[in-house]
């Protein structure tokens, strides 16, 4: 989940003013964060892990990929005329505390296996031994429907929670402002909200990703 932020000093921290969608070339060399890539299946379904506290089986992962496909559709839809104004799905189901990754796929080798609905970094709900991640199907000529593709023995509650997401998003975040965005040097300790928060450390900085509580009003 990758953004290119305007920062603005505020008091002690940098504060985002805008953020943009964008990709980035990884990081070389020492000053680079450490990501794994678990080959589900060789380099045909790869689900990436940013977090080195997340746990996981990766065997436990690929053979979940050999036991049926538990699909469900949301109430959530997206129009063509409504461009991309989804980007921020991805960031808010990436801000959830709990395991996360992406999926990334060839869509003609794993075709009639998984179906995500970004091919690249497709966000994913992971357990130990199951995963489910963002899919979409077409309706009708302009409409789109949200829902979550799932595999392993925790498919049913991934899926339940996935769905459950995206609904919440629908209502209190899809037409709002977005997170705030803020950066803090390390050693200090960013203040903790109500709302759902991305804590993100790296070498120098913490950054969040703070959105709203569901209960307020957009």
């Known amino acids: 989940m990758t953004r290119c932020l305007t920062l603005r000093r ?24 450490p990501t794994r890539r678990l080959l589900l ?4 379904i790869v689900v990436t892990l940013d977090d080195t506290t997340t746990e996981v089986n990766p065997d436990a992962l690929a053979s979940a990929l050999h036991s049926p496909r538990r699909e469900a559709w949301s109430p959530v839809t997206i129009t063509m005329h409504e461009g991309s104004s989804f980007e921020s799905l991805h960031l808010w189901l990436a801000s959830q505390p709990r395991p996360f990754g992406t999926l990334a796929v060839d869509r003609e080798r794993a075709a009639g296996l998984v179906d995500p609905q970004d091919r690249f970094v497709c966000p994913t709900l992971l357990t130990a031994d199951s995963f489910a991640y963002l899919a979409m199907r077409k309706l009708d000529d302009t409409t789109w429907q949200f829902g979550a593709h799932s595999f392993g023995p925790n498919a049913d509650t991934l899926t339940t929670d996935m769905i459950d997401l995206i609904t919440v998003w629908e209502h209190h975040h899809r037409h709002g402002p977005g997170p705030t965005i803020t950066v803090h040097p390390n050693g200090t300790h960013p203040p903790t909200p109500d709302g759902t928060q991305l804590l993100v450390t790296r070498r120098h900085t913490r950054i969040t990703v703070t959105w709203p509580n569901s209960g307020e009003p957009r």
């Open 10 to 33: 505020h008091e002690d921290h940098l504060l985002a003013t805008a953020a943009l969608q964008c990709g980035f070339v990884p990081m070389q060399g020492d000053g680079r964060h």
């Open 41 to 44: 299946r060789g380099d045909d």
